[in-house]
């Protein structure tokens, strides 16, 4: 069983920086995403990052958000500049892990970011 927990959202004006840190409650070797869902829309793939360090980004987000992971801490981070008004969502942190061929999806309880204009 895996715990995901993240932090640092909150309210700020467009154009500043927050970021996001999620802290996993035990090993993660397989790839971390950042999802977030704003209000009356489907949640999205925001970035994600292999424990390789290898990272992807949503076209929304490509030069203003950096995803990073330490895996001896256990933690992955989201870094968000440039921050828009359409940026607010709850942001979610979530992984995959298999086992014996069974894939268990584990997710954060989430945080907010507000971003006003």
């Known amino acids: 069983q895996v715990q995901l927990s993240e932090s640092g959202g909150g309210l700020v004006q467009a154009g500043g920086s927050l970021r996001l840190s999620c802290a996993a409650s035990g090993t993660i070797s397989s790839t971390m995403y950042w999802y977030r869902q704003a209000p009356g829309k489907e949640r999205e793939l925001v970035a994600s990052?292999?424990?390789?360090?290898?990272?992807n980004y949503a076209d929304s987000v490509k030069g203003r958000f950096t995803i990073s992971r330490d895996s001896a801490k256990n933690t992955v981070a989201l870094q968000m500049n440039g921050l828009k008004p359409e940026d607010t969502a709850v942001y979610y942190c979530h992984t995959e892990i298999f086992s014996f061929a069974v894939k268990y999806d584990y997710w954060g309880q989430g945080t907010q970011v507000t971003v006003s204009s």
């Open positions: 990052i292999t424990l390789s360090g290898r990272t």
